[in-house]
């Protein structure tokens, strides 16, 4: 089963980036940060490193920073790219600290990263803080009040409520200063941080199902929600969602093929540039 865009089981779509991030859109993220070769591109958030390779290949003598907090992600990607024998630079670091000197990047690139800090606004600060004059920036992130769900169950109209609520009040304590329309609000921060908007673009991600999901997706959802719950003051709440997509799945597996199950999310990429 995809976990990315699946409601039931993560408010945000942190796992979401195997669903949309395709060859298509690497381009198109090159075709907007417009790096030539010989150039330095910063990825803030770089994750396993995929994009930065991919980047790296398409435009020969570019020169990619990869950044993340998580040591092993950084290493992964350094991994990565021996492997396909590109040299780029991974480090492992916090946007919050970066150790990068300001207006040292022609392009700073950041996906998915802010929806999960305390102080995003900062955050995005501190990204712009990067770029050179001239140099362009690329943030995507999605908007959390635009997602959709419909279930042709009602017992999966509980479960997905139920999931919004559970999922959405432990996010909240996570980045509780985080608007959930995070998305729409880079624009204006990266304005107040002397940038200019070049463009806002509305990604849309979605997923249906048509006939009841076989077991292994429910397994999935269990499996998820088990360990989402696994946190202190988070046992009660955790087993009432459990028992909610129970439910779910009983009225499923007797609706079987009239099942129908339908999600939409929504990614808010946003590109402005530093004046010269
Ligand atoms: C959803 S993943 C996105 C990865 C990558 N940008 C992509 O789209 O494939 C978010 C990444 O941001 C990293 N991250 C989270 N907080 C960060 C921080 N404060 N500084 C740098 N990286 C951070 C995580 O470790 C994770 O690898």
């Known amino acids: 089963m995809s976990r990315d865009i699946d409601a039931l089981t993560s408010y945000t779509l942190k796992h979401l980036r195997d669903r949309w991030w395709t060859a298509r859109w690497t381009h198109w993220v090159g075709s907007h940060l417009r790096c030539d070769p010989g150039e330095r591109l910063v990825h803030v958030g770089c994750g396993n490193g995929e994009i930065d390779v991919a980047l790296a290949l398409a435009t020969p003598g570019l020169s990619v920073v990869s950044l993340d907090v998580q040591r092993h992600r950084a290493r992964h990607t350094r991994e990565l790219a021996g492997e396909v024998n590109v040299s780029l630079h991974a480090v492992a670091g916090d946007l919050c600290a970066l150790p990068l000197a300001p207006g040292t990047a022609d392009a700073v690139l950041c996906v998915g990263v802010l929806q999960h800090l305390a102080d995003p606004l900062a955050a995005t600060h501190a990204l712009a803080d990067l770029v050179r004059p001239g140099g362009r920036i690329l943030v995507v992130e999605p908007d959390h009040e635009a997602r959709y769900w419909f ?24 980045a509780p200063d985080a608007p959930a329309r995070l998305g729409v609000h880079v624009v204006s921060w990266l304005r107040d941080a002397g940038l200019e ?20 997706v429910w397994e999935a959802r269990e499996r998820l929600l088990i360990a989402a719950a696994d946190a202190p003051g988070r046992a009660a709440a955790g087993a009432a969602l459990l028992e909610a997509v129970a439910a779910y799945r009983d009225e499923a597996d007797l609706q079987g093929p009239a099942f129908v199950e339908v999600q939409h999310a929504l990614l808010i990429a946003t590109l402005a540039q530093r004046p010269q």
């Not at 409520?161 to 559970?166: E, F, G, K, S, V």
Request: hydrophobic content about 35%.
């Open 151 to 174: 279930s042709g169950a009602d017992a999966g109209e509980r479960a997905f409520a139920a999931a919004r609520d559970t999922l959405g009040g432990w996010q909240r304590e996570s």
């Open 197 to 216: 908007p070049l463009s806002v673009e509305a990604v849309p991600v979605s997923e249906s199902r048509l006939g009841a999901p076989p077991p292994g």
